[in-house]
Structure formats: C-alpha cells, structure tokens
C-alpha cells in the first residue's frame, strides 16, 4: 500500500529491492521512518521462466526472427517470459511512483560480468585524483576493455598514495538491464549486482562486534557463486566464482539418488533428508556431502585469492548467502573443513517485520538467505 500524503511530510520513505536471480525474482519493500528506523513492510518472489536468462543475459531474440513454424505469431523470448513474471509480481504488489527501486541482476556471471579490483596509484599534489585513477585502470587488464563502464571507490589516502577499488561492468549488459525494466514502465533508482546487496544487507544489520571480523561472505546462487571479502568493517575486494552454484549440487544430487530437482528443492527448503523415498538419510546426506566437494573447491579458491592480495589479514569467519545458504549440512561441513567459523548472513533476524509481511510466525532461515540480497537493496535511502 501506498504511504499517505502525511506520512511522506513526516520524511518516512520506502524503498524497494528486486533481486532479479536466475531461479526466481525475489522482491523486498522496506519503510524508512522518520526516526531513522527501518522495517521490513512486504516480500515475495516469482519464479524465473526456465531459459530466461542465461549466464546473466536476458534472452532477446534478433530483431526480425520470423514466427516459429506452424505459429501465426512470434514465439515469446526470455525478456517476453521474465516481463510477465515480473508483471504477476507487480500486480500482487503494486509500487507508489514516490517509492525508490533498487535493482539487482546476475551481471556477475557470464564472460564479461562485473568485475571488481583493488588499485593503489600515486597522485601527485594538485593532481586530477579522478583522471589518475581511471587512465591507470583503463591501462590495465581486464578493466581496458572499451566497452566497460568503470566507477571506483577511494578506500585511503595517505600523501601521494591512493588506494582504490575500482568497478567495471559491460555497458551492453547493463544497457540491456536497464532498457528491459524502462519497458516495462519501471525507472530503478540505481541498479546493483546481487552480492553487493547482500554486502549491504549484512553491514546495516551486523553488530559492531560482527564488523571487528575478516569475513569472506559467499553468494550462492541458482547458477553461479560469488563472494565478498570485508576486512576492518570495511569492503575489500570481490570475485565471481566459476562453478559451486546451487544447480551444480541439484545435478550432482539428482544424478546420485536417481531424483528430479523439484525434489532437491523439497530437501533445502524443509531441510529434511527423510523426504526421498527408498534412501536412508545416511545415503541422502552422504549424496549431498559429494556435493559439497564442488563447492569447497570454490571457496578453496576464493581464500586463496584473498590471502594473495595486498594488505589482507587472516580471515576468521566465513558467511553463506542465496538459496544455497541453507542446504542441509553445508554450513557444518564448511566449517570443519576450514576450521573457521561459518554461518549464514540471515539479516532478517535484526530486522523489524511487519507480521504482514511473513505471518506472525516470522521468516525461515532458508527464506532469510534467499531474500537477503533484495533486503540489502531495499535498506538503501536516497
């Protein structure tokens, strides 16, 4: 529902996070007080059209394909299938023109995607910063690619010695994001990548205590895994990961129990490993712990770049984000193989919600991982 003419007086405000996922469109709406509180007001999700997006590319046919054969009219492509699942989503929650949009897409995946580095350059007294730092990123791999678009972050200063991160991101791909959306009569405020709203999502609801950590936050998705690493409350580096996504443990799973993937989803979602019929939870749990290979090889991966980058420190905690936060034992399993502690971001638990907005029951675990990202999003202001 709207806010009224007074409330807005009163310089309360919502914002809106969708997170716009391979497997399902996860939506968050957030009322900003004028006592600078925050609740949670509303959330859903739709379910992404199998083949919509691909590697973080909406589907769009050519201009001018011809009707498929025996069909009247053109057959229906990806941005056709998302555009009504996201049109089902508005209809059950229509958005004030006043309300903020803040949009997240899987740009991070696929050759290309988001790409995120830490750059020291010296700057000279009385020097142009701003024309420095992006002629030296420009000069450099991956980011000299003419078709980036590039932003950075001044993380220190310290005399002649600037340390930044800097972002860049396929122009095409972000065009084609945000020209799908203006389509549809939606004009986002911003436009983010999803792990950065769950980057977002854990600093607004983390105790200062929480922050005090070297923490590697992994982003597990449908079909691609991601992470963020944050060093003295502060973020310091990301990198989108090639494999360990949630659909690599579906197909490991389903190929080892002989199952479909609407019943691995039955198994995260209830976190119950008696739901498959002729196994024992033993041989369930020792198919999922076959899983969990590919998915430590991945963070393997991620701690190791992140102890090979300058200025780190030893992480001492590890945080699991997305629908595969949640997969019965993984977090367990983490843990003992890291010997770190490891936990799940579940921001929602420092959240004020409406009972509206999950019943009065409140959310799930599972739930909280899933729609964390989009919460990051909606707990921006402008």
Not at 224 to 236: I, L, N, Y
Not at 332 to 348: K, Q, S, W, Y
């Amino acid at each position: 529902m709207a806010l009224g003419l007074i409330a807005k007086i009163r310089g309360e405000r919502e914002t809106v996070g969708i997170d716009v996922g391979h497997y399902s469109i996860k939506y968050v709406k957030v009322l900003h007080n004028a006592r600078g509180g925050k609740i949670v007001v509303d959330a859903d999700l739709e379910r992404v059209p199998d083949g919509a997006i691909v590697n973080g590319e909406i589907q769009v046919r050519e201009s001018g394909s011809a009707p498929a054969e025996g069909e009247g009219k053109r057959e229906r492509d990806g941005a056709d299938l998302l555009g009504e699942a996201l049109t089902k989503l508005f209809l059950r929650h229509p958005v004030d023109d006043s309300c903020d949009i803040v949009i997240s897409v899987n740009c991070g995946a696929g050759a290309g995607g988001v790409l995120v580095d830490r750059l020291a350059v010296k700057v000279p007294k009385n020097g142009n910063e701003a024309a420095i730092i992006l002629q030296t990123a420009q000069s450099r791999p991956p980011f000299d690619d003419q078709d980036n678009v590039i932003d950075y972050e001044v993380v220190s200063r310290e005399n002649e010695d600037v340390k930044v991160n800097v972002v860049a991101a396929k122009n095409a791909l972000l065009d084609s994001w945000a020209q799908f959306f203006v389509r549809r009569g939606m004009r986002p405020t911003a436009i983010d990548v999803d792990i950065f709203g769950l980057l977002n999502a854990y600093y607004v609801t983390a105790r200062p205590a929480d922050l005090e950590a070297t923490a590697a936050i992994f982003n597990i998705g449908e079909k691609k895994m991601s992470v963020a690493f944050v060093q003295d409350g502060k973020f310091h580096s990301m990198r989108a990961m090639t494999g360990g996504s949630l659909d690599m443990v579906i197909r490991k799973i389903c190929t080892n129990l002989e199952i479909d993937a609407d019943k691995c989803h039955e198994i995260f979602d209830k976190g119950d490993l008696s739901v498959v019929d002729g196994f024992s939870e033993a041989e369930v749990e020792a198919a999922l712990k076959d899983a969990y290979e590919d998915i430590m090889a991945q963070i393997d991966f991620g701690m190791r770049y992140f102890s090979s980058s300058e200025d780190t420190k030893t992480l001492n905690k590890i945080l699991l984000g997305g629908g595969g936060a949640s997969i019965p034992g993984l977090k367990e399993f983490i843990a003992e193989r890291t010997g770190l502690e490891t936990d799940t971001v579940n921001p929602f638990s420092y959240m004020e919600c409406d009972a509206k907005a999950f019943g009065e029951g409140g959310i799930s675990v599972a739930l909280s991982n899933i729609y964390a990202p989009a919460l990051g999003l909606a707990l921006r202001k402008f």
